[in-house]
């Protein structure tokens, strides 16, 4: 009896008038969902699709066939209502785990619709809908790619509506190809402008410590040399070299008739036969404060001896400046969350605003992970992928909608508060 009753069912339901019946209420309902606000961005797990085979004692394959019929069914819904970005999650790298002959199967269902979608795509071209294929590429055979780039090519025209199809596709395989590529541009040398051109100059640019580097470096180097020149005592003091003279005669001369250097009589030899240490402004060979500073305190006394012929070498601070534009490497401080974003597959795509998994499996499977943000709603639904349609969709929608209402006005009461508490 009860197998009657759903026969007679589906003859009633497969009527011309029952038909036109039931596309009178569907245009119905989704008007109805596109007076209120849409989400831009739905993605979908399209799990069940084995399950729901296997219920029905039909090949594997064929399950799959059904649920990409059910796939162009809601992308009609999702288009109509005003959603312009679907992605659907339609090959993970991780089914090629599966066994060799699904694997095969479902690369060649995939060449197939896709080209069926291209070619023959009455509901793409209606909607204005580009498909994009998401994944690793070299883990696809040259077919495939050979079918997707003619699919992807077909509608690329295509700009009110986009189909992400993540195929082969894994959301940690995405993050980790989006941290490499910026570690990638990161290693690139820019070109960079000092401080005096108005930027402001970052705490850790590598420009900046190598040149601190190279300052201390060259500060070493002075005070090796300065070391040189001193001669140690067996008592462990440090006595000048005798065999290299404190001033040439034309430096004597100089000190002459400057009023302010010492005389011969304050310069004697002491009863260790040491001579007084001459100050900065008593030098005739003069080194920056900041190099006469550090070797003093860290040295014992030194003597420096110059020739007219030949000039003792620039030590300022200002010589071991690079010049005002350096290649160096970008900031990594400057690295953000928006970074990372413009690096994955598709960094145009507007922000996920709900996230549909069938078969009653509560996880995320490696999907989206960077994509669902706080904004985002997940659904998981209890029904195989093959048996998801309108009546099951359109609950989902109005459930989005009645919460975006509510937090929209929720935002307005607290904006209207904050105002009310300044005045």
Not at 24 to 41: F, M, N, S, T, Y
Not at 71 to 90: D, P
Not at 125 to 133: E, L, N, Q
Not at 332 to 338: K, Q
């Amino acid at each position: 009896m009860s197998k009657q009753i759903s026969t007679w069912r589906r003859w009633l339901l497969s009527s011309p008038p029952a038909e036109w019946a039931l596309n009178q209420l569907r245009e119905a309902l989704i008007g109805a969902i596109k007076q209120g606000r849409v989400p831009r961005h739905i993605a979908f797990v399209m799990d069940g699709n084995r399950r729901y085979a296997r219920s029905r004692r039909i090949e594997t394959v064929e399950g799959h066939n059904l649920g990409f019929e059910a796939l162009a069914r809601i992308l009609e819904v999702c288009y109509k209502s005003g959603v312009t970005h679907v992605t659907i999650y339609a090959f993970s790298i991780e089914n090629f785990k599966r066994s060799r002959y699904e694997v095969d199967a479902l690369m060649q269902m995939a060449k197939i619709k896709l080209t069926q979608l291209s070619q023959h795509g009455e509901l793409l071209d209606r909607y204005g809908a580009r498909i994009r294929i998401l994944g690793q590429r070299s883990l696809l055979s040259k077919d495939v790619l050979e079918a997707m780039d003619r699919a992807v090519k077909m509608t690329e025209r295509n700009n009110r509506t986009v189909l992400n199809v993540c195929f082969p596709y894994t959301s940690r395989d995405e993050i980790t190809t989006s941290v490499r590529e910026t570690v990638e541009e990161w290693c690139k040398p820019v070109r960079t402008v000092d401080t005096d051109s108005g930027h402001r100059r970052r705490v850790f640019a590598e420009d900046r410590i190598r040149r601190n580097v190279e300052r201390q470096e060259q500060l070493e180097r002075i005070e090796e040399k300065e070391m040189e020149s001193v001669e140690p005592r067996a008592d462990g003091e440090q006595l000048y070299d005798d065999s290299m003279p404190l001033f040439d005669q034309a430096s004597l001369e100089d000190t002459s008739s400057e009023p302010n250097h010492l005389s011969d009589h304050s310069r004697e030899p002491d009863e260790h036969g040491m001579l007084p240490a001459l100050s900065p402004s008593s030098s005739t060979t003069t080194l920056p404060q900041e190099i006469f500073s550090s070797s003093t305190a860290s040295s014992p006394p030194t003597s420096y001896h110059s020739s007219p012929k030949q000039q003792p070498q620039s030590t300022s601070l200002e010589a071991l400046q690079p010049s005002k534009s350096s290649p160096s490497l970008p900031n990594p401080e400057s690295i953000t969350a928006n970074t990372i974003t413009a690096h994955l597959f598709a960094p145009d795509d507007p922000p996920l605003d709900l996230l549909i998994r069938t078969s009653g499996v509560e996880r995320l499977s490696d999907f989206m992970l960077w994509q669902c943000h706080e904004d985002t709603r997940i659904v998981f639904l209890d029904v195989l992928w093959p048996e998801f349609d309108l009546w099951t969709f359109l609950p989902v929608l109005w459930e989005w909608q009645w919460r975006a209402r509510k937090e929209e006005q929720g935002r307005i009461e607290e904006a209207s508060g904050h105002l009310v508490k300044v005045a």
